[in-house]
Protein backbone atom coordinates (compact mmCIF):
# COMPACT_ATOMS: atom_id res chain seq x y z
CA UNK A 1 0.00 0.00 0.00
CA UNK A 2 0.67 3.78 -0.46
CA UNK A 3 2.32 5.47 2.41
CA UNK A 4 2.09 9.05 3.40
CA UNK A 5 3.55 10.90 5.94
CA UNK A 6 2.21 14.20 6.76
CA UNK A 7 3.43 17.66 8.62
CA UNK A 8 1.24 20.02 9.78
CA UNK A 9 2.60 23.37 11.18
CA UNK A 10 1.52 25.66 13.86
CA UNK A 11 -0.90 27.77 12.11
CA UNK A 12 -2.82 24.30 10.88
CA UNK A 13 -3.56 23.31 14.25
CA UNK A 14 -3.66 26.38 16.09
CA UNK A 15 -7.00 25.76 17.44
CA UNK A 16 -9.83 22.98 17.55
CA UNK A 17 -11.14 24.01 13.95
CA UNK A 18 -8.09 23.87 12.36
CA UNK A 19 -7.66 20.10 13.94
CA UNK A 20 -10.48 19.24 12.71
CA UNK A 21 -9.74 20.58 8.97
CA UNK A 22 -6.34 18.36 9.60
CA UNK A 23 -8.59 15.61 10.45
CA UNK A 24 -10.38 15.46 7.48
CA UNK A 25 -7.64 15.39 5.39
CA UNK A 26 -6.22 12.70 7.10
CA UNK A 27 -9.01 10.40 6.87
CA UNK A 28 -9.82 11.43 3.43
CA UNK A 29 -7.29 9.09 2.09
CA UNK A 30 -5.74 5.90 4.14
CA UNK A 31 -2.53 6.32 2.51
CA UNK A 32 -2.09 9.39 5.04
CA UNK A 33 -0.76 7.26 7.53
CA UNK A 34 2.05 8.70 9.94
CA UNK A 35 1.85 12.54 11.09
CA UNK A 36 4.28 14.66 12.51
CA UNK A 37 2.59 17.97 14.12
CA UNK A 38 3.73 21.45 15.29
CA UNK A 39 2.66 22.79 18.69
CA UNK A 40 -0.49 25.63 17.76
CA UNK A 41 0.73 28.38 16.17
CA UNK A 42 -1.02 31.93 15.85
CA UNK A 43 -4.81 31.96 15.66
CA UNK A 44 -4.52 35.27 14.34
CA UNK A 45 -2.18 38.18 13.40
CA UNK A 46 -2.16 39.27 17.18
CA UNK A 47 -1.63 35.61 18.71
CA UNK A 48 1.36 33.99 20.16
CA UNK A 49 2.60 30.70 19.30
CA UNK A 50 2.37 28.34 22.34
CA UNK A 51 6.35 27.92 21.61
CA UNK A 52 7.19 31.49 22.30
CA UNK A 53 4.99 31.19 25.35
CA UNK A 54 7.02 27.88 26.32
CA UNK A 55 10.27 29.70 26.22
CA UNK A 56 8.72 33.06 28.08
CA UNK A 57 8.11 30.51 30.78
CA UNK A 58 11.78 29.14 30.88
CA UNK A 59 12.90 32.81 31.20
CA UNK A 60 11.19 34.02 33.82
CA UNK A 61 11.42 30.58 35.86
CA UNK A 62 14.95 30.44 35.02
CA UNK A 63 15.31 34.22 36.73
CA UNK A 64 13.33 33.05 39.46
CA UNK A 65 10.52 35.60 38.23
CA UNK A 66 6.75 33.80 38.35
CA UNK A 67 5.58 32.09 35.55
CA UNK A 68 2.18 31.36 36.71
CA UNK A 69 0.29 33.62 34.11
CA UNK A 70 1.77 32.44 31.53
CA UNK A 71 1.92 28.99 32.45
CA UNK A 72 -2.22 29.42 33.14
CA UNK A 73 -2.16 31.28 29.55
CA UNK A 74 -0.47 27.92 28.03
CA UNK A 75 -3.22 25.36 29.84
CA UNK A 76 -6.08 27.83 28.73
CA UNK A 77 -4.91 27.49 24.81
CA UNK A 78 -4.75 23.43 25.12
CA UNK A 79 -8.20 23.66 27.43
CA UNK A 80 -10.13 25.38 24.60
CA UNK A 81 -8.72 22.69 22.30
CA UNK A 82 -9.43 19.74 24.43
CA UNK A 83 -13.08 20.87 25.49
CA UNK A 84 -14.32 21.39 20.98
CA UNK A 85 -12.83 18.59 20.32
CA UNK A 86 -14.05 16.20 23.02
CA UNK A 87 -11.44 14.22 23.89
CA UNK A 88 -10.74 12.29 26.76
CA UNK A 89 -7.49 14.10 28.25
CA UNK A 90 -5.58 14.85 31.81
CA UNK A 91 -4.36 18.13 30.87
CA UNK A 92 -4.26 19.18 34.53
CA UNK A 93 -1.49 16.05 35.53
CA UNK A 94 0.51 17.73 32.22
CA UNK A 95 0.74 21.17 32.94
CA UNK A 96 1.65 19.60 36.65
CA UNK A 97 4.47 17.93 35.29
CA UNK A 98 5.59 20.87 33.51
CA UNK A 99 5.18 23.44 36.21
CA UNK A 100 7.54 20.47 38.64
CA UNK A 101 10.24 20.47 35.93
CA UNK A 102 10.05 24.66 36.27
CA UNK A 103 10.66 24.30 39.60
CA UNK A 104 13.58 22.00 39.29
CA UNK A 105 15.28 21.26 36.33
CA UNK A 106 14.18 23.80 34.05
CA UNK A 107 15.28 23.12 30.96
CA UNK A 108 15.25 25.17 28.34
CA UNK A 109 14.97 22.36 25.35
CA UNK A 110 12.25 20.42 27.48
CA UNK A 111 10.05 23.31 28.14
CA UNK A 112 10.43 24.58 24.24
CA UNK A 113 9.55 20.94 23.25
CA UNK A 114 6.32 20.63 25.54
CA UNK A 115 4.08 22.83 22.50
CA UNK A 116 4.48 19.73 20.35
CA UNK A 117 4.27 16.43 23.01
CA UNK A 118 0.83 18.18 23.98
CA UNK A 119 -0.63 18.52 20.92
CA UNK A 120 0.32 15.48 19.40
CA UNK A 121 -1.03 13.86 22.22
CA UNK A 122 -4.13 15.34 21.83
CA UNK A 123 -4.18 15.13 18.23
CA UNK A 124 -3.48 11.20 18.51
CA UNK A 125 -6.63 10.54 21.07
CA UNK A 126 -8.67 12.55 18.63
CA UNK A 127 -7.97 10.38 15.64
CA UNK A 128 -7.40 6.80 17.58
CA UNK A 129 -3.78 6.88 16.32
CA UNK A 130 -0.50 5.78 18.68
CA UNK A 131 0.87 8.26 20.25
CA UNK A 132 4.92 8.14 19.16
CA UNK A 133 7.35 9.95 21.70
CA UNK A 134 10.62 11.04 19.43
CA UNK A 135 12.34 11.62 22.89
CA UNK A 136 12.68 7.42 22.57
CA UNK A 137 13.43 7.47 18.80
CA UNK A 138 15.03 10.85 17.47
CA UNK A 139 18.59 10.45 18.85
CA UNK A 140 21.23 13.80 19.01
CA UNK A 141 24.53 13.22 19.40
CA UNK A 142 26.52 14.86 22.75
CA UNK A 143 27.33 18.07 20.86
CA UNK A 144 23.64 18.61 20.03
CA UNK A 145 23.83 17.11 16.25
CA UNK A 146 21.32 15.26 14.64
CA UNK A 147 22.36 11.14 14.87
CA UNK A 148 20.70 10.74 11.23
CA UNK A 149 21.45 7.21 10.68
CA UNK A 150 20.84 6.01 14.58
CA UNK A 151 17.70 8.12 14.34
CA UNK A 152 16.38 6.17 11.08
CA UNK A 153 16.66 2.78 12.71
CA UNK A 154 15.09 3.64 15.93
CA UNK A 155 12.08 6.06 14.24
CA UNK A 156 11.66 2.57 11.47
CA UNK A 157 11.93 0.26 14.70
CA UNK A 158 8.97 2.03 16.24
CA UNK A 159 7.02 2.44 13.43
CA UNK A 160 7.09 0.13 11.07
CA UNK A 161 4.44 -2.29 12.63
CA UNK A 162 2.14 0.75 13.11
CA UNK A 163 -1.04 1.44 11.05
CA UNK A 164 -0.51 4.59 11.71
CA UNK A 165 0.51 7.32 14.15
CA UNK A 166 0.91 10.76 15.85
CA UNK A 167 4.50 12.29 16.47
CA UNK A 168 5.36 15.13 17.83
CA UNK A 169 7.94 17.44 15.45
CA UNK A 170 10.87 19.42 16.48
CA UNK A 171 12.54 17.61 19.25
CA UNK A 172 13.99 14.24 20.12
CA UNK A 173 16.75 13.51 23.04
CA UNK A 174 20.06 13.22 23.79
CA UNK A 175 21.98 9.81 24.59
CA UNK A 176 21.52 10.47 28.15
CA UNK A 177 17.99 11.11 27.71
CA UNK A 178 17.62 14.82 27.78
CA UNK A 179 15.70 16.27 25.68
CA UNK A 180 16.89 18.78 22.46
CA UNK A 181 15.26 20.54 19.78
CA UNK A 182 15.76 21.57 16.20
CA UNK A 183 16.33 25.35 15.10
CA UNK A 184 12.66 26.85 15.01
CA UNK A 185 10.49 25.15 12.63
CA UNK A 186 12.20 22.53 13.23
CA UNK A 187 8.93 19.73 12.94
CA UNK A 188 9.74 19.86 9.04
CA UNK A 189 12.79 18.28 9.93
CA UNK A 190 10.80 15.77 11.78
CA UNK A 191 7.82 14.61 9.55
CA UNK A 192 11.25 14.08 6.82
CA UNK A 193 12.59 11.82 9.06
CA UNK A 194 9.67 9.79 9.58
CA UNK A 195 9.25 10.05 5.63
CA UNK A 196 12.63 8.19 4.80
CA UNK A 197 12.21 5.73 8.16
CA UNK A 198 9.23 4.25 7.12
CA UNK A 199 10.36 4.91 2.76
CA UNK A 200 6.99 6.90 2.04
CA UNK A 201 5.67 7.68 -1.48
CA UNK A 202 5.10 11.27 -0.49
CA UNK A 203 6.15 13.90 2.17
CA UNK A 204 2.74 16.21 2.57
CA UNK A 205 4.12 19.19 4.42
CA UNK A 206 0.62 20.86 5.49
CA UNK A 207 1.22 24.94 5.97
CA UNK A 208 -1.19 28.04 5.49
CA UNK A 209 -0.44 29.18 1.99
CA UNK A 210 -0.75 27.28 -1.18
CA UNK A 211 2.72 26.37 -2.06
CA UNK A 212 6.27 28.41 -2.58
CA UNK A 213 6.33 31.42 -4.09
CA UNK A 214 9.08 32.48 -6.54
CA UNK A 215 9.81 35.53 -4.33
CA UNK A 216 8.64 36.81 -1.34
CA UNK A 217 4.78 38.25 -1.53
CA UNK A 218 6.07 41.14 1.25
CA UNK A 219 8.56 42.07 -1.28
CA UNK A 220 6.84 41.09 -4.81
CA UNK A 221 2.88 41.78 -5.29
CA UNK A 222 1.11 38.65 -6.15
CA UNK A 223 4.88 36.32 -6.74
CA UNK A 224 3.90 33.24 -9.15
CA UNK A 225 3.47 29.79 -7.54
CA UNK A 226 6.51 27.59 -8.25
CA UNK A 227 4.53 24.15 -9.13
CA UNK A 228 8.12 22.31 -9.28
CA UNK A 229 11.20 22.39 -7.61
CA UNK A 230 13.92 20.26 -7.46
CA UNK A 231 15.68 19.25 -3.92
CA UNK A 232 18.70 21.21 -4.62
CA UNK A 233 16.76 24.56 -5.54
CA UNK A 234 14.38 24.48 -2.45
CA UNK A 235 17.32 24.37 -0.53
CA UNK A 236 19.33 27.04 -1.92
CA UNK A 237 16.06 28.93 -1.58
CA UNK A 238 15.01 28.19 2.19
CA UNK A 239 18.81 29.09 2.86
CA UNK A 240 18.61 32.67 1.65
CA UNK A 241 15.92 33.17 3.35
CA UNK A 242 12.53 31.71 1.66
CA UNK A 243 10.72 30.53 4.87
CA UNK A 244 8.15 28.08 3.98
CA UNK A 245 10.44 25.13 4.61
CA UNK A 246 12.90 24.45 7.25
CA UNK A 247 16.44 24.13 5.22
CA UNK A 248 17.45 21.14 6.99
CA UNK A 249 13.92 19.02 5.98
CA UNK A 250 15.65 18.48 2.59
CA UNK A 251 18.32 16.07 3.41
CA UNK A 252 16.40 12.89 4.47
CA UNK A 253 13.79 13.17 2.00
CA UNK A 254 16.72 13.68 -0.69
CA UNK A 255 18.40 10.79 0.81
CA UNK A 256 15.60 8.60 0.38
CA UNK A 257 14.17 10.35 -3.27
CA UNK A 258 10.72 11.00 -1.68
CA UNK A 259 9.09 13.87 -2.90
CA UNK A 260 7.28 16.91 -0.89
CA UNK A 261 4.32 18.64 -1.51
CA UNK A 262 3.98 21.52 -0.01
CA UNK A 263 0.12 21.83 1.00
CA UNK A 264 -2.61 24.33 2.69
CA UNK A 265 -4.85 22.99 5.29
CA UNK A 266 -7.13 25.98 4.15
CA UNK A 267 -7.59 25.36 0.68
CA UNK A 268 -7.01 21.25 0.70
CA UNK A 269 -7.77 21.25 -3.14
CA UNK A 270 -5.02 23.45 -4.58
CA UNK A 271 -1.99 21.08 -5.31
CA UNK A 272 0.84 23.45 -3.87
CA UNK A 273 4.63 23.07 -5.07
CA UNK A 274 5.98 19.49 -5.61
CA UNK A 275 9.79 19.34 -4.53
CA UNK A 276 11.65 16.45 -6.39
CA UNK A 277 14.94 15.24 -7.34
CA UNK A 278 14.58 16.27 -11.48
CA UNK A 279 12.15 18.47 -12.71
CA UNK A 280 9.70 16.45 -15.06
CA UNK A 281 10.59 16.94 -18.67
CA UNK A 282 7.02 17.79 -19.35
CA UNK A 283 7.26 21.09 -18.27
CA UNK A 284 8.18 24.51 -20.61
CA UNK A 285 11.47 25.29 -19.71
CA UNK A 286 12.22 28.35 -17.71
CA UNK A 287 15.43 29.48 -16.60
CA UNK A 288 14.74 30.85 -12.81
CA UNK A 289 12.90 29.30 -10.53
CA UNK A 290 13.04 31.67 -7.43
CA UNK A 291 14.45 34.58 -6.34
CA UNK A 292 15.48 35.30 -2.47
CA UNK A 293 17.76 37.83 -0.14
CA UNK A 294 18.83 37.77 2.96
CA UNK A 295 20.45 40.59 4.68
CA UNK A 296 23.36 41.02 7.61
CA UNK A 297 26.62 39.97 5.87
CA UNK A 298 30.11 41.91 6.01
CA UNK A 299 32.71 41.59 3.55
CA UNK A 300 36.38 41.71 5.04
CA UNK A 301 38.61 42.37 1.51
CA UNK A 302 42.32 41.77 1.76
CA UNK A 303 44.65 43.51 -1.18
CA UNK A 304 47.73 42.89 -1.76
CA UNK A 305 50.24 43.30 -4.85
CA UNK A 306 51.29 39.94 -6.32
CA UNK A 307 48.71 38.12 -4.34
CA UNK A 308 48.14 35.77 -6.95
CA UNK A 309 51.84 34.56 -7.16
CA UNK A 310 52.36 33.99 -3.37
CA UNK A 311 51.70 30.66 -2.51
CA UNK A 312 49.35 29.63 0.47
CA UNK A 313 47.84 33.40 0.99
CA UNK A 314 44.16 32.36 0.42
CA UNK A 315 45.14 29.42 2.56
CA UNK A 316 46.13 31.57 5.40
CA UNK A 317 43.60 33.82 5.17
CA UNK A 318 40.80 31.11 5.38
CA UNK A 319 42.74 29.29 8.06
CA UNK A 320 42.02 32.54 10.61
CA UNK A 321 38.20 32.35 10.11
CA UNK A 322 38.63 28.79 10.79
CA UNK A 323 40.24 28.93 13.88
CA UNK A 324 38.10 31.18 15.28
CA UNK A 325 35.18 28.72 14.29
CA UNK A 326 33.33 31.48 11.36
CA UNK A 327 32.26 29.73 8.56
CA UNK A 328 32.38 31.85 5.50
CA UNK A 329 29.69 32.45 3.02
CA UNK A 330 31.36 33.07 -0.59
CA UNK A 331 35.12 34.14 -1.47
CA UNK A 332 35.38 36.09 -4.32
CA UNK A 333 38.85 36.70 -6.04
CA UNK A 334 40.93 38.95 -7.84
CA UNK A 335 44.63 39.20 -8.92
CA UNK A 336 45.23 40.92 -5.78
CA UNK A 337 42.36 41.14 -3.93
CA UNK A 338 39.99 38.32 -1.89
CA UNK A 339 37.27 39.04 0.25
CA UNK A 340 35.63 36.62 2.07
CA UNK A 341 32.05 37.56 3.30
CA UNK A 342 30.45 36.27 6.43
CA UNK A 343 27.07 36.66 8.50
CA UNK A 344 27.47 39.45 10.97
CA UNK A 345 26.69 37.26 13.54
CA UNK A 346 29.44 34.71 12.97
CA UNK A 347 31.99 37.46 13.84
CA UNK A 348 30.46 38.11 17.34
CA UNK A 349 33.33 38.88 19.64
CA UNK A 350 36.34 37.97 17.42
CA UNK A 351 36.30 40.41 14.58
CA UNK A 352 38.91 42.61 16.01
CA UNK A 353 41.16 39.67 16.58
CA UNK A 354 40.61 38.37 13.15
CA UNK A 355 41.09 41.72 11.44
CA UNK A 356 44.53 41.84 13.89
CA UNK A 357 45.33 38.34 12.77
CA UNK A 358 45.00 39.33 9.06
CA UNK A 359 47.51 41.92 9.53
CA UNK A 360 50.19 40.58 11.47
CA UNK A 361 50.24 37.26 9.79
CA UNK A 362 49.45 38.15 5.76
CA UNK A 363 50.42 41.99 6.04
CA UNK A 364 48.15 43.42 3.17
CA UNK A 365 48.55 46.52 1.61
CA UNK A 366 44.27 47.38 2.53
CA UNK A 367 42.05 45.46 4.67
CA UNK A 368 38.68 47.06 4.76
CA UNK A 369 35.49 45.40 6.33
CA UNK A 370 32.10 46.33 4.52
CA UNK A 371 29.33 45.93 6.76
CA UNK A 372 25.51 46.03 5.70
CA UNK A 373 25.50 43.71 3.26
CA UNK A 374 22.43 41.88 1.70
CA UNK A 375 23.06 38.42 -0.77
CA UNK A 376 20.31 38.27 -3.20
CA UNK A 377 20.51 34.30 -5.16
CA UNK A 378 18.91 33.62 -8.01
CA UNK A 379 18.19 30.33 -8.33
CA UNK A 380 17.42 27.82 -11.15
CA UNK A 381 18.58 24.39 -13.05
CA UNK A 382 17.33 26.07 -15.95
CA UNK A 383 20.17 28.94 -15.70
CA UNK A 384 22.74 26.49 -17.25
CA UNK A 385 21.11 26.50 -20.65
CA UNK A 386 19.71 29.76 -21.03
CA UNK A 387 21.90 32.28 -22.40
CA UNK A 388 21.73 36.07 -21.14
CA UNK A 389 20.32 35.26 -17.80
CA UNK A 390 23.76 36.96 -16.13
CA UNK A 391 22.87 40.03 -18.39
CA UNK A 392 19.12 40.47 -17.70
CA UNK A 393 20.11 39.90 -13.70
CA UNK A 394 23.07 42.86 -13.68
CA UNK A 395 20.95 45.21 -16.40
CA UNK A 396 17.79 44.74 -13.69
CA UNK A 397 19.82 45.81 -11.18
CA UNK A 398 21.52 48.97 -12.86
CA UNK A 399 18.36 50.23 -14.19
CA UNK A 400 17.07 50.26 -10.84
CA UNK A 401 20.22 52.58 -9.92
CA UNK A 402 21.84 49.78 -7.24
CA UNK A 403 25.26 48.97 -7.09
CA UNK A 404 26.26 45.53 -7.14
CA UNK A 405 29.36 44.53 -4.58
CA UNK A 406 30.09 41.25 -5.49
CA UNK A 407 29.13 38.87 -8.27
CA UNK A 408 29.28 34.72 -7.82
CA UNK A 409 28.05 31.77 -9.78
CA UNK A 410 27.79 28.55 -8.28
CA UNK A 411 29.81 25.96 -10.02
CA UNK A 412 26.99 23.72 -10.87
CA UNK A 413 25.46 26.80 -12.51
CA UNK A 414 21.95 26.80 -10.33
CA UNK A 415 22.68 29.97 -8.42
CA UNK A 416 23.76 33.80 -9.66
CA UNK A 417 24.57 35.12 -5.89
CA UNK A 418 25.00 39.17 -5.78
CA UNK A 419 26.04 41.41 -3.03
CA UNK A 420 24.16 44.24 -2.59
CA UNK A 421 23.86 47.24 0.48
CA UNK A 422 21.66 46.55 3.01
CA UNK A 423 19.10 49.23 1.83
CA UNK A 424 18.83 48.18 -2.10
CA UNK A 425 17.71 44.41 -1.32
CA UNK A 426 14.05 44.47 -1.36
CA UNK A 427 14.49 46.76 -4.69
CA UNK A 428 16.89 44.48 -6.32
CA UNK A 429 14.86 41.60 -5.79
CA UNK A 430 11.88 43.64 -7.30
CA UNK A 431 13.61 44.36 -10.29
CA UNK A 432 15.38 40.86 -10.91
CA UNK A 433 11.86 39.30 -10.48
CA UNK A 434 9.95 41.95 -13.09
CA UNK A 435 12.78 41.34 -15.92
CA UNK A 436 13.06 37.79 -15.86
CA UNK A 437 10.12 36.01 -13.81
CA UNK A 438 6.91 38.06 -15.41
CA UNK A 439 5.78 35.84 -18.06
N1 LIG B 1 6.99 24.90 17.37
C1 LIG B 1 8.30 25.11 16.86
C2 LIG B 1 8.47 26.56 16.41
O1 LIG B 1 7.58 27.38 16.65
C3 LIG B 1 8.67 24.14 15.79
C4 LIG B 1 7.74 24.10 14.59
O2 LIG B 1 6.62 24.57 14.62
O3 LIG B 1 8.16 23.52 13.57
O4 LIG B 1 9.47 26.90 15.87
Same mark, same amino acid.
Given at each position: ?24 ? #? ?15 ? @? ?10 ? +? ?14 ? *? ?37 ? +? ?8 ? &????? &? ?19 ? /? ?14 ? /? ?32 ? %? ?24 ? !??? %?????? +? ?6 ? +? ?14 ? @? ?10 ? @?? !? ?10 ? @? ?11 ? %? ?43 ? !???? &???? /? ?10 ? %? ?12 ? *?? /? ?25 ? #? ?8 ? !? ?27
Amino acid at each position: METIVLKFGGTSLASAQQICKAADI #IHSNPARRYVAVSAPGK @RDRGDIKVTDLL +YQCHTLASEQESFDAV *LTQIAARFSDIITALGVDFDLDAEIAAIRTHLETKCEKA +YMASRGEYLN &AKIIA &AYLGFPFVDPADCVVFDDTGA /LDPEITNTKVHEALWQ /LPNAVIPGFYGALPDGTICTFSRGGSDVTGAIVA %RAVSANLYENWTDVSGMLAADPGIVP !SPR %RIDYIS +YQELRELS +YMGSSVFHEDAVFPVQ @RAGIPINIRNTN @RP !SDPGTMIVASLP @RILPPRAVTGIAG %RKGFVSIQVEKALMNSAVGFGATLLKIFADHGVSFEHCPTGIDTM !SVIV &ANEQ /LNGCREQILQEI %REQLHPDALIAEDH *LA /LVAVVGHGMAYSKGVAASIFSAVSEAG #INIRMIDQGS !SELNIIIAVEEKDCENAIRSIYQKLITD
